[in-house]
């Protein structure tokens, strides 16, 4: 929010225009909406823009260094937040942004626009520590959409209703994406007299905020976008592509009062009287969206929920087992709050699901996962509407599946209650654990048979798994006579490290149900061997007869690349202040 009061002051000169911005930025739909589903890495990712835009016009007028070196960490730090889907689109309108900005302000001074892409190329390099290692995840997860999943998540033509009649949600029971485009009684009002005025600074924030409506509500021009822009294919539409709308909308409307203002309003305390009828407008708009906005932070059932992590945090001191879901839970224990507690969900998390695990999922039932690169419709409109008979599928024991949280009551001798309020939690009593050892298994290189396999009610994933290329025990062994059967105990288990002891009568495979990803390697007594893909999307590993220490070791390149061009992109923007 000073970003974006130092920015329009400093390109409006005008102090009440800066004030103008910010309580629209405060109040409107877009910010609303993403401060409601406490979408903290959004609000973080578009907080740097004004900063930017800020630097820019500093660098451009004094052609001071300092600026140079802080425009290349603003860029870092708004990639750096995590949301690249928005940085992207900010990004390319930036690079319009600065080609407008140098030829308005500098003339002839091309070499500054140089410059300021070769600050933004050191602020990329500075972001990379997370920028290379995200573009492995999204090539690998099921993000990557077909133009008709893409159109399917569009916002309806009655959220445009709000921009010409703000106040039509106030008597009727609206939905937060309805209210996404709510700027105000005076919005539309400032922007036209700053486009009759042909302020150029106008002209081309309302290009971009046409092109993202557009885009947002799918229509001809989203085809543009999806085939042509960097990476659409993998990224999300609809309100997402509106939510830029929160830094772009008020510059305009801040621009058109200054003008407005300046020309219509005189004497001075008539300027007062309409700024304080201006900041009613906006109060009374956010208590629109306060009254209809889901909150995340205030679930009916927030006690409710922490008393259900606890209960299975207690059940099972230690455990790594998995929850699943059942029916209509998300108001009381959605997929994402427990992982705070280390519970987590087999279900994953929307943005990101590894594209094997999600086969493997949808295999059993379409509806399960509502992955981003599936159209939302019949088949995938929640992933909790699923057949509850999928619960007695041996494929949930292997992908430890210890507690299943249920909102309707569930008659399986296999899973046992062990809380019952608004939704039950039951134990799975077959479930089997993170890591087991297993003695048989079969090579399947055809992709439809194995997860034909897994799916079906005769898998035994204790018994066999399934693998692509024929196992090699290169470890020496040692016979254990004392020993009754294979036992695997996993002894340390953090995000990057896993140590596991095992003892076994034979050779066998250690399985564990953790996905199968680029980057992993591990040791069997300190001696390097090679992972398999397992069951289509895990890790196994051959183990000889004997007693053995197994680790894991997350080691991968795209993170040492990614920290290698995070220290040269911070050395060459540190070398732009010689």
């Keep these: 929010c000073i970003g974006l009061v130092l920015y329009v002051r400093l390109i409006t ?58 425009l290349s960490g603003g860029i870092g730090l708004s990639l750096l937040a995590g949301e690249l889907q928005l940085f992207s689109l900010m990004l390319i309108f930036y690079s319009v942004y600065a080609i407008f900005a140098v030829r308005k302000n500098s003339g002839k001074k091309k070499y500054l626009l140089f410059r300021l892409f070769l600050s933004c190329l050191f602020g990329l390099l500075i972001g990379s520590i997370q920028l290379i290692p995200s573009a492995e995840l999204t090539l690998l997860s099921a993000r990557l959409r077909s133009f008709e999943a893409s159109v399917s998540t569009s916002l309806p033509l009655s959220a445009l209703l709000p921009l010409f009649l703000p106040y039509v949600d106030w008597f009727k029971e609206a939905n937060s994406l309805e209210e996404i485009l709510q700027f105000g009684s005076f919005f539309l009002v400032f922007t036209l007299w700053a486009l009759i005025r042909k302020e150029r600074y106008a002209l081309l924030f309302t290009v971009f905020a046409l092109f993202l409506i557009l885009f947002a509500f799918g229509s001809p021009a989203y085809w543009v976008y999806y085939k042509f822009f960097p990476f659409a294919r993998f990224m999300q539409g609809g309100d997402e592509l509106a939510i830029p709308l929160m830094i772009v909308c008020p510059v305009i409307a801040a621009i058109g009062w200054g003008l407005f203002t300046k020309e219509k309003m005189r004497p001075p305390w008539r300027r007062g009287l309409f700024l304080v009828v201006f900041a009613l407008d906006c109060l009374l708009l956010s208590e629109i969206h306060i009254r209809n906005s889901p909150r995340q932070n205030s679930r009916p059932h ?12 207690k059940d099972n001191p230690g455990s790594l087992g998995r929850i699943m879901r059942l029916g209509e839970t998300d108001n009381i224990f959605n997929s994402n709050i427990p992982l705070i507690y280390s519970i987590y969900d087999i279900q994953g998390h929307f943005s990101f699901l590894l594209e094997n695990y999600v086969n493997i999922i949808r295999s059993i039932d379409k509806r399960m996962i509502g992955a981003p690169g599936y159209v939302f419709g019949d088949e995938a409109e929640a992933r909790s509407a699923y057949s509850f008979d999928v619960i007695s599928l041996p494929v949930f024991n292997m992908l430890n599946m210890e507690y299943l949280v249920s909102a309707v009551s569930i008659e399986n001798d296999a899973y046992k209650l062990i809380y019952d309020g608004t939704v039950k939690v039951y134990k799975n009593l077959r479930c089997l654990p993170r890591a087991f050892l297993v003695d048989k298994y079969e090579i399947i290189n055809s992709e439809p048979e194995m997860l034909k396999i897994l799916s079906d009610s005769a ?9 692509k290329e024929k196992p090699v025990w290169r470890v020496g062994g040692a016979n254990l006579p004392c020993l009754s059967e294979n036992k695997a105990r996993i002894v340390d288990y953090k995000p990057d490290k896993i140590i596991i002891e095992t003892r076994s009568l034979n050779n066998s495979l250690l399985f564990i149900s953790d996905a199968f990803y680029p980057g992993w390697r591990c040791f069997i007594d300190e001696q390097n061997v090679k992972i398999y893909r397992a069951n289509h999307a895990f890790r196994a590993v051959a183990v000889p007869r004997g007693a053995h220490t197994v680790e894991f070791h997350y080691l991968p390149f795209t993170v040492r690349l990614g920290n290698m061009l995070f220290v040269f992109g911070l050395l060459l923007a540190l070398r732009q202040l010689i």
């Design 459 to 467: 898998f035994s994933p204790s018994e066999k798994i399934y693998l």
């Design 13 to 70: 000169h005008n102090l009440a225009s800066s004030f103008v911005a910010a309580l629209l930025f405060i109040c409107c739909g877009p910010t609303m909406l993403t401060v409601c589903m406490a979408s903290v890495h959004k609000l973080s990712t578009l907080s740097w823009w004004p900063w930017i835009f800020w630097i820019t016009e500093k660098f451009i007028r004094t052609e001071k260094k300092i600026y140079l070196f802080l």
């Design 302 to 313: 927030l006690k409710e929920e922490e008393k259900i992590i606890d209960i299975i945090k």
